[in-house]
């Protein structure tokens, strides 16, 4: 969270978001991702309107974070992406997409003891 914040600062601050994205790509060394820092990166290419190398990160931090709620919150991060480029077809899918993972059921049941 240390990092997405002093990133958040500089664009914040200064406007700078190429000075933030930098604070993303300079992490210690073994520093674990997450979908926060993963939307973060999104996010500091999408105000540059790079929407190739937007679609290229989701789809990537899609596959690294496929389960849970980490899985909706990369569903949601791809449609903004698609969303903001124009796309609002493949935005349309991906929305859906993220709505059918918060209403499937569980996979699994707790073993209930007798």
Do not use: Q
């Given at each position: 969270?240390?990092?997405?914040?002093?990133?958040?600062?500089?664009?914040?601050?200064?406007?700078?978001?190429?000075?933030?994205?930098?604070?993303?790509?300079?992490?210690?060394?073994?520093?674990p991702?997450?979908?926060?820092?993963?939307?973060?990166?999104?996010?500091?290419?999408?105000?540059r309107?790079?929407?190739?190398?937007?679609?290229?990160?989701a789809?990537?931090?899609?596959?690294?974070f496929?389960?849970?709620?980490?899985?909706?919150?990369?569903?949601?991060s791809?449609?903004?992406?698609?969303?903001?480029?124009?796309?609002?077809?493949?935005?349309?899918?991906?929305?859906?997409?993220?709505?059918?993972?918060?209403?499937?059921p569980?996979?699994?049941?707790?073993?209930?003891?007798?």
């Amino acid at each position: 969270m240390a990092y997405v914040a002093l990133s958040t600062i500089d664009v914040l601050e200064n406007g700078d978001v190429r000075a933030a994205s930098g604070v993303l790509d300079n992490m210690a060394r073994g520093t674990p991702s997450n979908t926060l820092l993963a939307n973060a990166r999104i996010d500091l290419l999408l105000y540059r309107r790079d929407f190739v190398a937007a679609r290229a990160l989701a789809a990537k931090f899609a596959c690294e974070f496929g389960t849970g709620h980490a899985a909706i919150t990369m569903a949601m991060s791809r449609a903004n992406v698609e969303w903001l480029a124009g796309d609002k077809d493949a935005a349309h899918a991906f929305y859906s997409g993220a709505i059918h993972l918060l209403i499937k059921p569980p996979t699994t049941t707790l073993a209930v003891e007798t």
